[in-house]
């Protein structure tokens, strides 16, 4: 679509093209990526940023036209909330088990190695904690069975590697006590913002814009690429009972992420390209 845009304003001359960007520089390289990315750039008039990773990234390609930051606003299109009761229910999940959730495409990047292997410490075992992994492989799933066999996790995953449909999303999400993010690399993730509008706290890397997205302490955890550390915040987010808390805070800090004020950011950003 912005390819189009953009040869539709090289030719009348007054069309303002603005780019929402999620991803300037992708996360698996390929040759003529800069290229691509340069020539893309080039026929844009300004640009919505929507982490402070994403704009850095800009600034490599342009450093005259107008960038604003805003955070991609809450998906609204999975339903409304539903009850844990209900979720569980309807997914036939047993009801005396707490659940953990990775949610998405199964990439590289996003790191479902470091979860499973913080899954599989031992000192999780005194919860009654199960894993949902729900969503495709989009590599060999082979390492990653490996690790659920050398860690005995067998019974304590449940692995639903296929595509989830819009109108299962809610329940997965209102099933689960907490939602993780062990990415590897990352810009944003709109995983964060279903989670946002599910109200569920979360687990997150300290990579890409998802620190920006989810404040320490308040609607979750923030921990580094590590399985112990992984491991550490899910054992603290159950010892200590943190969940009404981050629930607590998970309301508060998605007010800041609503549509009206991405619309206002998209007109500010208009109204600086002369």
Known sequence: MFWNYSSHHQKNKHTKVIAITDNVIPHEKRPFDNQLIQYFVNG?????????TVLKDLEQFDTSKPKLLTPHPLYSNFGEIISKQSAKEQLNLDPNFNYLLFF???????????????????KLRNFQLKLIVAGEYYENPEPYQKIIEENNLQDHIILKDEFIP???????????????????????????????????PMIVTNVGGLP?????????????????EIAEAIHKFYDEKKEDFFVSGVIEEKKKYGWDIFVQKIEELYNQIR
């Open 44 to 52: 844009c008039d300004g640009f919505i940023s929507m982490s402070d």
């Open 104 to 122: 998405g495409f199964i990439r590289a990047y996003k790191g479902l190695d470091l979860l499973l292997k913080a899954f599989g410490n031992e």
């Open 166 to 200: 819009n109108s299962d999303v809610q329940k997965y999400f209102c099933a689960s006590d907490i939602i993780v993010q062990p990415y590897k690399s990352a810009t944003q993730s709109g995983v964060t913002q279903i989670a946002y509008h599910f109200n569920k």
């Open 212 to 228: 920006e997205m989810v404040p320490n302490e308040k609607v979750g955890y923030v921990v580094n690429q590590d399985p112990a």
